[in-house]
Each structure stands twice: as structure tokens, then as C-alpha cells.
């Protein structure tokens, strides 16, 4: 038990001396704090009286001592105050008295008039300036202040007047040159040139808002052979839902409409190039010189028929074909007699390994009326033919009073392989009469050596076997 006692006297013991200990320092530390901040301090207030020093003999007159002038004003305004003139606080008015004013600092901002005093008094915020008259006639305190306003007045205005006057010989100069730059740059002035209007357009032809054509042809006089090169179009219009086109060209060298040739298909162009050459062999001049070429521009659609965009006609006898002339040709709305007839939708599928062909009437629209009432009673009839020797016959049912009707009605013909090329489907559709003779409305020939488009399809359909291949045909007489 005593050890333990012992422990715990020596314990507080230690902690007292701890205590004292940090209270010591604490109070040296806090010591050591207000020193600092009075040297600070001290210092700082030294600065400013250095500086205060300096405005005031950057200020005061050369040739009179400031304190006493301060001393004498004082003294001139009251007798009675208590201050010795050595004392501190008689000092610190002293220099407040003369510490410069901040108004000539305003002024540097202001141009008063040359001409009077008032301007500059006005300028430095004094209501009633009065006269230097009646400013001096206000006692010693107040003539001493006044003389030394004056003063700086004065300088600020010599300043301001030496200033304008530099202004002035600058704006006078300036005005001179100015003259003289605008008098010489009168007499070296060109003389007026009327604008030059920009070159026509090399585009031939109204614009109708379809596009363009642009074509080169040359003729070869020892080989009586006429090139035609079609090269781009620009600007066509969109025929697609998708806001594009398919288009191609169809070429016709007219009067003669069963030669036809046909460019590509550019997929999903408003400016296709082509670059393709088509050669008419054997032509004499003077013979093309009677003929037209016939170019039209033809939106394809595999599920529908084509819509034609738009064409153009160049009459041969008005091109020099000896320069190999590249031209442009703006599109013009078409003029044929396309739909004149009607269209029919049919769909071919066919399958190699059995040899069997399938074709489905789908439907049929804006068929020309061949009976009284305006209407007709169409049907579809199928001739599968081998050459020009017809060998199977097929029919839909008949549908009355329409010029747009519907069938789906399917048929097979079979047809092996190595025969496939040779097949041709003739498809007509004739208007039923119960009196009398039936009527052709119009008619399609499916095959591998029929029409630009017909063979397309049938080509389209020999290339995706088993499947259904759709297409918009028009009937033709």
C-alpha cells in the first residue's frame, strides 16, 4: 500500500509541474506575439510618416519652411490653444494642415475652358468659386489654404491648356493631312467600272427542277460509227420513299424505238456517274443528221413499276459532231405515252431442281375502258411459249365493271432447266364481252429476249431461285 501512495504523490507532483510549465510558455508565446505585432505596427507607422514626409515636400514651396508656415497659421487662427509648438500633437496638425489635397487628381480628368478661371473651379467641384478676390479676403488660415489651391490650380490649368494646345496642333495637322490624303485620293481615283455579269449557264435547255444530263458524242467518219458517252447527272429528283432514286438511262435513237439501250442502275443516288459508251456502228453523217436522240433518265423499283424522272431530245443535225462536243442537258417532264394502257403487278418464282415456274397475277390498275359505260370486264390470259409456237394456255376469272382490279390468282407451268432461256409467258389481259368478240387491253412478254425491263425481271427471277420476285409492268399494244 505505501508504494502505492508513493506512485500517486509522485504522479501529481508531475502534473503540477507541467502545468506550470505550459503556463509559462504560454505566456511567453503570448509575449512574444504583442512584440511582434508593436514592431509591426511601429513599423507600418514609421512608413507612413516617411511617406507623409515626402507628399509634403513634393508639395511645399522651395523657398518657405513648411512647419513654421504651419506654425504661424496656426498660431494667426487661435491664441488661445494650448500647444507648444514642439509638441506631437501640434506636429501631426501641422502635417495634416499640409497634407496635398486629391482634387488636382480629379482634374487630370476634366478639360476646363482656357478662357476662365471659373471653368477649372467648376471643373474641381467648388459651387461658388467666386473671384481670387474674395478667397483671399477670408483671414491668414484661409489665405494660406487658398494661396496654395490657387497654386495648384494654376499648374493643373497650364497643364490642361498645354495639353489642348498639343491637341489642338494635332487635330490641326491631322485635318491638313486629312484634306490632303482625300484631295489626292480624288484625283488617282480610277474610273468606275461597270460590273461584269457572271457567264451564262452552259446548261442547255429549261430548268424544270429534275436535274441535269451530262453527255460527250463523237463520230468517227472512217468507221461511220457514232459514240455516245453518258457521264453523270446532278439534282435528281427523289422517286423513293427513302428520299433517294435508282436511276438509269434509257437511250433511243429516233424514229426507231425497238433499239433500246440502257446503262446501269445506280443504287440510291441523286448524282450518279456512269461513264458508259454506247457505239452506233455503221451510220452514215448524212443519215444521223436525220435522226434524234432520245435520252431518259428512269427511276427502278423492283416491287413497282418505274417512274421516269425525266428527259431530253437532241436533234444530231444540230450538233457538230466533228468537235466531240461534252454538253450538259437539263431534264424536261416525259411526254410518252407511258400507263396509257394500265399496268399489271405480276410475280414470278422459279425453281430449278423440279422445273416448275410459278406466276402470280396479283393485280392490275388504270386499264383503259372498252365498253360504253366507261369500264371494262378485264381477265388475265397466260401463254407459256417456246420461240413463236405457243404451247399451254391459262386464265384468271373475270372482273366485272373495274379498271383496277384484283386477282392473286397463281399458275405453274413447267419448265425444265436447260429450256428456261428459251421460254418466253405471254401475258394479256382482255376485256370480257357476252356479245360479241373479246378485246385486248393491252399485254407483257416475260422472257430472257423480251423488252429492257421485262427481261430484268425475268433475269432478277433466274438469279434468286425459290423465291417470289415481284414487278409493276405496263401494258403495251
Known amino acids: ?56 515636400q513634393k508639395y511645399a514651396p522651395q523657398d518657405t519652411d513648411t512647419r513654421q508656415l504651419g506654425k504661424r497659421s496656426w498660431e494667426d487662427k487661435d491664441s488661445t490653444v494650448g500647444f507648444q509648438s514642439g509638441s506631437p500633437m501640434y506636429r501631426r496638425k501641422t502635417i495634416k494642415f499640409e497634407r496635398p489635397s486629391r482634387n488636382p487628381v480629379v482634374a487630370e480628368h476634366v478639360q476646363p475652358s482656357s478662357s476662365t478661371h471659373s471653368a477649372l473651379n467648376d471643373s474641381l467641384g467648388m459651387r461658388n468659386p467666386g473671384t481670387y478676390q474674395s478667397i483671399n479676403s477670408a483671414g491668414p488660415q484661409t489665405h494660406r489654404r487658398d494661396s496654395r489651391l490657387v497654386q495648384l490650380q494654376d499648374e493643373t490649368l497650364s497643364q490642361s491648356n498645354s495639353q489642348k494646345s498639343t491637341t489642338s496642333t494635332d487635330e490641326e495637322n491631322g485635318s491638313v493631312w486629312k484634306g490632303m490624303k ?64 435508282d436511276p438509269y438511262v434509257k437511250i433511243l435513237l429516233l424514229p426507231d424505238k425497238k433499239h433500246k439501250l440502257l446503262t446501269k442502275v445506280k443504287k440510291r443516288n441523286l448524282n450518279p456517274r456512269w461513264n458508259e459508251c454506247f457505239l452506233f456502228e455503221g451510220w452514215p453523217h448524212n443519215k444521223l443528221l436525220e435522226k434524234t436522240l432520245y435520252l431518259q433518265v428512269i427511276d427502278y423499283d423492283r416491287f413497282s413499276r418505274d417512274d421516269p424522272i425525266g428527259e431530253t431530245y437532241i436533234p444530231l443535225n444540230e450538233i457538230d459532231l466533228s468537235q466531240s462536243p461534252v454538253m450538259w442537258r437539263f431534264l424536261q417532264p416525259c411526254k410518252d405515252s407511258r400507263g396509257k394502257l394500265g399496268e399489271l403487278l405480276l410475280s414470278l418464282s422459279y425453281q430449278p431442281a423440279v422445273g416448275r415456274l410459278t406466276v402470280i397475277v396479283m393485280k392490275a390498275k388504270d386499264l383503259k375502258a372498252k365498253d ?45 432447266w436447260e429450256r428456261i432461256r428459251e421460254a418466253t409467258i405471254e401475258v394479256t389481259v382482255m376485256d370480257f364481252d357476252k356479245v360479241g368478240r373479246n378485246e385486248m387491253i393491252g399485254k407483257v412478254m416475260l422472257g430472257s429476249k423480251s423488252g429492257p425491263l421485262e427481261s430484268r425481271h425475268w433475269n432478277d427471277m433466274i438469279t434468286k431461285p425459290r423465291q417470289q420476285v415481284a414487278q409493276w409492268h405496263l401494258l403495251k399494244d
Open 1 to 56: 500500500m505505501i508504494p502505492n501512495k508513493q506512485t500517486n504523490m509522485m504522479d501529481d507532483s508531475m502534473q503540477i509541474v507541467l502545468a506550470v510549465v505550459s503556463s509559462i510558455a504560454s505566456v511567453f508565446i503570448l509575449l512574444l506575439a504583442v512584440f511582434v505585432c508593436a514592431c509591426c505596427w511601429q513599423k507600418k507607422r514609421s512608413s507612413d510618416e516617411e511617406q507623409v514626409d515626402k507628399l509634403v
Open 182 to 245: 482625300n484631295f489626292a485620293n480624288m484625283l488617282m481615283e480610277d474610273p468606275v467600272v461597270e460590273e461584269e455579269l457572271p457567264p451564262p449557264d452552259p446548261t442547255e435547255g429549261v430548268d424544270c427542277g429534275l436535274g441535269k444530263l451530262q453527255i460527250s458524242l463523237s463520230y468517227d467518219f472512217q468507221t461511220l460509227t457514232l459514240t455516245l458517252k453518258v457521264l453523270q447527272a446532278t439534282n435528281l429528283i427523289a422517286k423513293d420513299f427513302s428520299g433517294t432514286s
Open 372 to 416: 360504253i359505260t366507261g369500264a371494262s370486264d378485264p381477265y388475265v390470259k397466260l401463254w407459256l411459249m417456246y420461240g413463236n409456237a405457243k404451247t399451254e394456255k391459262k386464265k384468271t376469272s373475270i372482273k366485272m365493271r373495274t379498271l383496277n382490279p384484283v386477282y392473286n390468282e397463281s399458275f405453274i407451268f413447267e419448265i425444265p
